[in-house]
């Protein structure tokens, strides 16, 4: 089964990372592919390296927009693609070799309109992206396997996915109503009661934020993103008619990732209350200077 791939990579400032994700893509052992990369508007030398690399690759389509944010350039590479089935990869992530072959392979089934892959921290050279690469592994890919049994994975993520192109098509592709574009089309491929897999072989190394700025700028784009496509897709909640999806993925979501958050500060005051209570307790306590009274004294000097 080797239908023709589509890889869509969108790219705004990212010359440090384009062309080794590119290449990883062109390094893939599947056979029939085509590489559409779209230069977002970027201010940096994104586009001049694009064309210096790929420029002569007839596998390689570069295209070139004024900045219009993630959404667009991600339509505007499915609006010429070709392929039966496409793989999204963001512009700061290399796939291995066989993740192509190991996403298709799921589209076997007649059933399944989208595949999620294995994201996994590359950058694991400070304490902040090895704790995040632990995330990666203990949260975001254990909760994708629990909902791949339940068929109710919420998000195909753009670091690395695979979606049938016919089906993107008729859910009118990526859109600019939430700031989660691939959780607002994942959620709107499941209402329409295709599976969605997760595959754990189908590996990419993205590049996680280095910096405590970065990460919290990223974790609230994810976060109200999120916030966004439940609320849009609010109607499926509790449905019996969306099975799983209305029952456990999105009561989740809003349970871990709306509520549970709000509480979190009071939670870890409570906690740090508790530690310091914990501290003065284990301290020695002072032994106060002992009084005599006068018969002491008088037995003192007996």
Same mark, same amino acid.
Do not use: C, W
């Given at each position: 089964y080797r239908p023709p791939v589509s890889? %869509? #990579?969108?790219?705004?400032?990212?010359?440090?990372?384009?062309? *080794?994700?590119?290449q990883s893509a062109l390094a893939s052992d599947y056979p029939n592919l085509q590489v559409i990369v779209v230069n977002d *508007?970027?201010?940096?030398?994104? *586009?001049?390296? %694009?064309?210096?690399?790929?420029?002569?690759?007839?596998?390689?389509? #570069?295209?070139?927009?004024?900045?219009? *944010?993630?959404p667009e350039p991600l339509n505007h590479a499915l609006a010429e693609a070709s392929g039966e089935i496409v793989v999204t990869i963001d512009a700061d992530t290399e796939i291995e070799p066989d993740a192509i072959a190991k996403l298709v392979r799921n589209f076997t089934d007649s059933t399944v309109g989208a595949v999620a892959g294995n994201t996994k921290v590359g950058n694991r050279h400070l304490w902040l992206t090895r704790w995040q690469a632990l995330e990666y592994i203990s949260s975001q890919n254990m909760e994708k396997r629990a909902f791949d049994l339940l068929n109710c994975i919420t998000v195909v993520p753009g670091a690395i996915g695979a979606w049938r192109a016919s089906v993107m098509r008729d859910c009118g592709g990526f859109t600019g109503d939430t700031v989660a574009e691939d959780t607002d089309l994942t959620l709107a491929i499941r209402r329409r009661h295709w599976r969605i897999l997760y595959d754990d072989e189908a590996i990419a190394y993205t590049r996680a934020p280095e910096t405590p700025g970065d990460l919290i700028r990223q974790r609230f784009r994810w976060t109200f993103g999120t916030m966004q496509a439940v609320w849009k897709h609010r109607d499926t909640l509790a449905r019996w008619k969306y099975g799983t999806l209305g029952w456990i993925a999105l009561p989740n979501v809003f349970l871990f990732q709306i509520v549970l958050p709000l509480f979190s500060p009071l939670i870890d005051l409570l906690f740090v209350g508790s530690l310091t209570l914990w501290g003065l307790g284990r301290l020695p306590i002072p032994q106060m200077p002992q009084i005599w009274s006068g018969d002491d004294v008088r037995r003192a000097v007996l």
């Open positions: 890889v %869509l #990579i969108p790219a705004y400032n990212e010359e440090e990372s384009v062309v *080794g994700t590119v *508007g970027s201010l940096d030398r994104t *586009g001049a390296l %694009l064309e210096q690399n790929f420029a002569t690759d007839p596998r390689v389509r #570069i295209l070139h927009q004024v900045n219009m *944010g993630k």
